[in-house]
């Protein structure tokens, strides 16, 4: 438990690093292995004071399961997921710039770029507009992201969701997302790029899913 | 005091780090808690100098009472919201890019986000057009802030004031108002985002306000 | 040898530090002098990781010649530029971000700036969209660089490939592009920047190619 | 001169720091007092190797008066501003973005926000297209900036250069102008922003030229 709970720290500071969030927005929860039990960042705690055990545990409904800090505002959306995606371990929400500016247009995010197609598999989708506190945002992003092969959904006025196998591929898919937002916005502000065709988007997906990186490390 | 003072110089390393400002341009005050009394940035002092010592000690009318540094040329906007705002006890100025860009065109951030709702409770105003050195920007801050809930104000053709209970929650507030600044400008630039119901803003504000972070820390 | 894998793991990072590349994205090369070889990033890992030993050693077909890490899955585009272009023994892939969104329109950047006439020579041209694993990428850069001084080819819907006499040099031109493709793009926002004269092009080329710097160093 | 020179060093690195310049594009000069000689920045030299040792000393004709390092090639501007400017003491060129985007347009940065007025005193003028390598450039430079209180000046299709009373201040003018230009580029895309009256101009001018600062420090 104490590695997984420094892993989630660590992570949380490569969110600062790529420059995804400000201040105390954003986070990173992690389900723990063969229990009914996931690990979150407290709720309103600046970034540079997260240690390990500052860590929040918490079962699968959102409630701490120990004395200590509150859990993220944010733990009913993560819980939700995790008790509908069993194959999720690893879920991240951020406000990320360019992102968050897609979803405050309601607009998903095409695929225009071979980048997108390696990761996402095709476009990156809108979710609808829910409100903090209950299951609304959980569900919202299971629904929406049943019809793609994207781990990242953008809820509607409000920021990204996304989601991994593990805690570090959640988090790259958060890194991912907040790159090809602002490249496509960038490329669509002077012109109409491209969509990439559906079969050569289906090849990219394939080859970067079994052919790219080390293998399991 | 000793405290205090440190602490105004660790939040304007703070505005650098959030890259809201440049060279010797923004400033944080802080009122001193049971007198008529305010620390300040001095004038034109580049912020790697900046050390505990160097903050002025002014009175409310914006005098300094002790020899050495001049404060902040902007010392008297700061001086007339702690002598109309017993509330307030820290005050940051700064001219960060999306925001003043906002300012420059006169026009207030509409809230398209729930971050905004979040933290702002609605739109971010626009206050009047104003000359330093007297109490017409500090007049000016005051009155557009009386009608938002918001604790950032646009000042046009200028940059942003933002206040707080604390010195570090108007920090927060400057940071935040950037942050949001630029994401709707984004959001902006390809299409118009939807506001967020009236009623949801509510909702959403009260939340944050009451059940958001660890309490009092 | 140790040399030359230090200096390409050194040059990785150069590419983050100039903010051209996210996550595992983006990879150099360069050619072993006086041998049928190159070395390239293995794939996958992260930047931080990267060490002189990490670097793989390939033949110039793109096939590792050692034991150990896989390399980049674009090693094949590499490797086809070194056995067409006898005179470059240093090639750079990044996704960065404003050169890839004049990619994704698949349009050239026109030489509207004294420093694109220096460091290209005009225009930055568009290569084909092509897929990944074969000899196709490797063919579209070699083909598009032919009829230009440009050392950068923007590939469609895809991403940058730079060239060089060093490995170094084709770092400087990587960095050098997207920093072209930046300013143009924000120039072009607002109206139209003015072309520079050919003989004009040709002049400041000239001057930079021979005049500029220190000579070998 | 050993203090000049560090001092110059150090100016260097605050461009980098201030994200004004790429690679080894850019330079900083100061004008040896009581002698008819300048130091420079060597060509083609990155910014990290710089040193107080490898600052080039020059005639005001642009010659190098000891062996070592070439200077920059853009030393025949900078030495035309020292001839014929004798109030200057440094000057400082970069193609940093939003100024050189602005360049690109031919287009002057309007005056409409505070911090412009406070050191630019109206806008930042535009100055002729001109080829590197003999007085044409530095001739642009002084005739444009007669007509202006500016301290910078955009040269078409190029880049800004900025001249100060000192060599920090040139530096300053620098960080202020592309600050200016980012701010006001992105107002511009949204709408137009209001130009401040001329007397409100002159007054805050006048008021941050002499009451800004700690006085000479």
């Not at 570090?168 to 960038?186: G, P, Q, S, W, Y």
Request: charged share 20%; glycine share 10%; aromatic share 6%.
């Amino acid at each position: 438990m104490i590695e997984l709970r420094q892993e989630l720290a660590d992570l949380h500071r490569l969110l600062v690093t790529a420059g995804l969030v400000v201040w105390t927005a954003g986070n990173v929860s992690a389900r723990v292995p063969g229990a009914d039990l996931l690990l979150i960042k407290p709720s309103g705690v600046p970034y540079e004071e997260l240690t390990a055990e500052s860590m929040v545990l918490c079962d699968l409904e959102g409630k701490p399961v120990q004395d200590g800090l509150k859990p993220s505002s944010d733990v009913f959306a993560h819980a939700y997921v995790y008790r509908q995606r069993p194959d999720v371990s690893g879920v991240v929400h951020t406000h990320s710039t360019y992102a968050t500016a897609w979803a405050a247009r309601g607009e998903a995010i095409p695929c225009v770029l071979t980048a997108m197609a390696d990761e996402f598999g095709g476009e990156i989708p809108v979710g609808p507009f829910a409100l903090i506190g209950g299951d609304d945002i959980g569900r919202g992003i299971v629904a929406t992201l049943e019809g793609h092969r994207s781990p990242a959904v953008l809820m509607r006025s409000h920021g990204v969701f996304t989601i991994g196998g593990t805690p570090r591929e959640a988090v790259k898919a958060a890194v991912m997302c907040e790159d090809v937002a602002r490249t496509v916005h960038i490329a669509r502000q002077l012109g109409t790029p491209e969509e990439i065709a559906p079969a050569d988007v289906d090849r990219l997906y394939d080859r970067y899913q079994n052919v790219y990186g080390q293998g399991v490390r």
